[in-house]
């Protein structure tokens, strides 16, 4: 029998790697002398970066950077080969960077996410991934841009505030200083945020709550952005407002686009890729996956659908071991996952689910294998 396990972390109690001892430790018990492959996941957003160095076994870079409210602190960007780096932007603009009394995106910036993609482009790496989740940020991407060497002005030239409250004074946008390795360099974007940059369902009025902006500041800043886009549109000739994506991360995403010519991509879809995940399925029996919790949003590019989905072609058979299971998660069922167990085994908090989140997840995983074990007993 041979298992490969591919779960992602449970945010908060069990790392990737936790879950995969765990796994080897039951399977070994039901099926003695099984054999085991594993590879962490993650699905684009925070903890990406260290799966990917793990898997390809990269290094990080820590670099001196401008924080969210431009305080002077340091992040890190992960190394996978010798072409090819990968930026997390909540490492440098992070909303758990910014103390909660000091939350206002029209002050916040990407500045910093700008510093690590120049550090790599200046270390030679001419393919960047960058995860864009998790951020403080409200900037459109001015920070991040202004930091590679575009200069956003106001009507007497002169540069704007680089961070939300900017965004309404921009007049002009002067491209000729960018950084030069630019246009010699591959920017893929991993983002699942379908969101466009401006309207109800945009960057603003969607993310800026949470990263502290009261109704007036949500005026203000949306204001900015239909600015920033008018702008745009003219140095660029298309309207970017209404493009799916183009809101992820407080509209980062749209200046990648824009300025660097980012490509966006699947979170999950960059992990399998990177991780040679269709090769690792070769000979494997079962795939074993998981995550913190199964809802509707699961078979919507999480990592439960990627490897579902990945196994399926194959003809192999998904088991999913996750800490809750809402509705909706039995979509999944169509995504290739035949089977999904919950780690949850009585009436209890979650405080005491998080406690025991290891003992817990060992005898699911156990059920799950012993279900196997029978499923592979029934004549075929």
Same mark, same amino acid.
């Given at each position: ?93 992070? *909303? ?34 960058? =995860? ?30 680089? +961070? +939300? ?31 466009? *940059?401006?309207?109800?369902? +945009? ?63 699947? =979170? ?18 079962? $795939? ?58 009585? $009436? ?8 025991? #989140? ?6 699911? #995983? ?15």
């Amino acid at each position: 029998m041979k298992f490969l396990f591919a779960p992602d972390s449970f945010k908060g109690s069990l790392s990737s790697k936790d879950i995969i001892q765990l796994l080897t430790e039951e399977a070994e018990k039901v099926f003695p002398g099984c054999e085991c492959v594993s590879v962490p996941m993650a699905d684009g957003g925070e903890g990406t970066m260290e799966v990917l160095v793990d898997i390809n076994n990269g290094k990080f870079v820590k670099v001196p950077v401008k924080g969210p409210l431009f305080e002077d602190t340091e992040a890190v960007y992960g190394v996978l080969d010798e072409n090819t780096a990968i930026i997390e932007m909540a490492a440098a603009s992070g *909303l758990p960077m910014v103390p909660a009394d000091k939350r206002d995106p029209l002050n916040t910036t990407t500045y910093g996410t700008g510093e690590l993609i120049k550090h790599a482009l200046d270390s030679g790496y001419r393919n960047i991934i960058i =995860g864009v989740g998790g951020s403080a940020t409200n900037d459109g991407g001015i920070g991040c841009m202004g930091a590679l060497g575009v200069r956003f002005l106001d009507k007497n030239g002169n540069e704007v505030y680089l +961070g +939300g409250k900017g965004l309404a004074d921009i007049a002009d946008i002067d491209v000729s200083g960018i950084h030069p390795a630019v246009k010699d360099s591959r920017f893929t974007v991993m983002c699942d945020v379908t969101f466009p *940059l401006l309207g109800p369902n +945009g960057a603003t009025y969607v993310f800026g709550p949470q990263k502290g902006a009261d109704q007036p500041r949500l005026e203000a800043l949306e204001a900015g952005m239909t600015n920033y886009v008018k702008v745009i549109e003219k140095l660029t000739g298309e309207y970017i407002g209404d493009k799916p994506s183009t809101g992820a991360a407080g509209g980062l995403s749209a200046a990648l686009m824009v300025f660097l010519k980012a490509k966006l991509q699947s =979170g999950i879809d960059t992990v399998l890729q990177l991780s040679d995940f269709d090769k690792k399925l070769e000979g494997v029996d079962v $795939v074993i996956s998981g995550e913190g919790r199964a809802d509707h949003q699961s078979a919507n590019g999480k990592v439960l659908y990627g490897v579902g989905t990945s196994a399926a072609k194959r003809g192999i058979p998904a088991v999913a071991i996750v800490g809750s299971m809402l509705p909706g998660a039995e979509s999944l069922y169509n995504c290739g996952i035949t089977s999904i167990m919950t780690t949850i085994n009585g $009436v209890m908090s979650i405080d005491d689910a998080m406690k025991n #989140a290891s003992e817990l997840f060992r005898g699911a #995983a156990y059920r799950s294998l012993m279900l196997i074990k029978a499923g592979y007993g029934l004549k075929r």
